[in-house]
């Protein structure tokens, strides 16, 4: 399986993690994932609080029980 790092990232096997942008002064980063058949973003608040986007735009919604 390929292993490479990258300038911002890695690459392990099909997927490709990138740091798209962030800001230490109020500790958030958007993490890109992509692969071959499929792209999302990740974005995580100096809380810890995570959001998931979709190439197309929409954002998943944690599920409620």
């Known amino acids: 399986m390929r292993f490479e790092t990258t300038k ?3 690459a392990y096997g099909a997927a490709n993690v990138t740091r798209i942008v962030s800001d230490e002064n109020k500790g958030w980063i958007v993490l890109g994932i992509q692969t071959p058949k499929q792209e999302i973003q990740v974005y995580v ?3 810890g609080k995570i959001r998931v986007h ?3 735009g929409g954002e998943w919604k944690e599920q409620q029980t």
Do not use: A
Request: glycine residues 22%; positive net charge.
């Open 54 to 56: 979709t190439h197309g």
């Open 45 to 47: 608040t100096k809380t």
């Open 8 to 10: 911002y990232g890695f």
